[in-house]
Nanobody, 123 residues
Framework: QVQPVESGGGLVQAGDSLRLSCAAS????????MGWFRQAPGKEREFVAA????????VYAESVQGRFTISRDAAKNTVHLQMNSLKPEETAVYYC????????????????WGQGTRVRVSS
């Protein structure tokens, strides 16, 4: 059973930083990428960032470009999301997911999802 498990969420103030991690256990297929998505209350889930597993190519949503950094530890099947200069509107549940295929900004191309970790940014 493939199970991504997120950690690192919490309550921070606007402008603060937070680092999320996600470890994917039980992998039975070759990873193409891992990604982060978020879902704010009353809103749809949206793409945040992703990284391809073999080459380490990164992709970011325009709204986080320059503030967030995604990285991976391929040996541990772990991905991290360093979030700087957080904004109150980025309060959401952040989800990690695994992908076997390209098109890594599209949630439909991810096959296993974690339970999410909550991030709250106070103003």
């Amino acid at each position: 059973q493939v199970q991504p498990v997120e950690s690192g969420g919490g309550l921070v103030q606007a402008g603060d930083s937070l680092r999320l991690s996600c470890a994917a256990s039980g992998l039975t297929f070759k990873l193409y990428a891992m990604g982060w998505f978020r879902q704010a209350p009353g809103k749809e889930r949206e793409f945040v960032a992703a990284i391809t597993w073999t080459s380490g190519v990164t992709v970011y949503a325009e709204s986080v470009q320059g503030r967030f950094t995604i990285s991976r530890d391929a040996a541990k099947n772990t991905v991290h999301l360093q979030m700087n200069s957080l904004k109150p509107e980025e309060t959401a549940v952040y989800y990690c997911a695994t992908s076997r295929t390209p098109g890594i900004t599209n949630a439909m191309n991810y096959n296993y999802w974690g339970q999410g970790t909550r991030v709250r940014v106070s103003s």
